[in-house]
């Protein structure tokens, strides 16, 4: 399973970045507007970073407005992936990318059938927000293996995201699941290397050690 991490803060990108785990970026209008500086100069930093797929969203709602978007933000760099919402509007803009060659992830993915049209028209990513449904109390993961199984039902090339990721356990669903990559929070990415027995393992050792 690929790992990404969702966020646009540049500090964050370099030091999990320097883990050597580090496959891609996702970011959205929220984690940007979180971050000072412009934009498309935040986007080209973290493509310099980290060298794989960088998702960067469209504003418009409107076909040619994502279109334009599209464009412009894919010439910050090869790695620029476009995120655009699943409606319809997102399903022909995706349609006319995908046929120029530029990466879709289609984002705001709720249920089996968008993730299907998703892949029908072209979306490189598919991203289920899995927190989102586990927040309404309709389980994400079933999504998950929904998705998964249309997927490959179909041999459609679309990966799927696993987005959303609200704690480690997500990540565990995520790589049981066979999901293609799961994009996940910087604070989380600390919770998922810590364990309390590898820290007392490490103390008792080193005291055995100097007390040899
Ligand atoms: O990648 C999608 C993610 O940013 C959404 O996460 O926590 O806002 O539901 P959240």
Not at 147 to 170: K, T, W
Request: net charge neutral.
């Amino acid at each position: 399973m690929k790992l990404y991490l969702d966020t646009a803060n540049i500090d964050q990108i370099r030091e999990i970045a320097d883990w050597g785990v580090l496959d891609g970026v996702t970011t959205n209008p929220s984690l940007m507007a979180k971050e000072k500086g412009d934009y498309k100069k935040i986007l080209k930093e973290i493509c310099d970073i980290v060298k794989g797929p960088v998702s960067g969203e469209v504003i418009s709602l409107e076909k040619d407005g994502m279109i334009k978007e599209a464009r412009d933000l894919s010439e910050i760099s090869k790695h620029v992936v476009i995120k655009i919402p699943c409606t319809v509007n997102g399903l022909k803009a995706t349609t006319v990318l995908a046929k120029q060659g530029i990466r879709v992830n289609m984002t705001l993915v709720f249920s089996p059938n968008q993730v299907l049209l998703a892949a029908k028209a072209g979306a490189s990513f598919i991203s289920p927000f899995l927190g989102r449904l586990d927040d309404i109390g309709n389980p994400g993961i079933n999504l998950v293996y929904d998705g998964m199984d249309i997927l490959n039902n179909y041999d459609f090339n679309s990966e799927m995201i696993f987005a959303s990721v609200r704690h480690p356990e997500h990540v565990r669903q995520a790589a049981l699941a066979g999901v293609h990559i799961a994009t996940v929070p910087y604070k989380i990415y600390k919770q998922l290397i810590k364990h309390p027995l590898t820290d007392v393992g490490i103390e008792r050792f080193l005291r055995d050690w100097q007390n040899r």
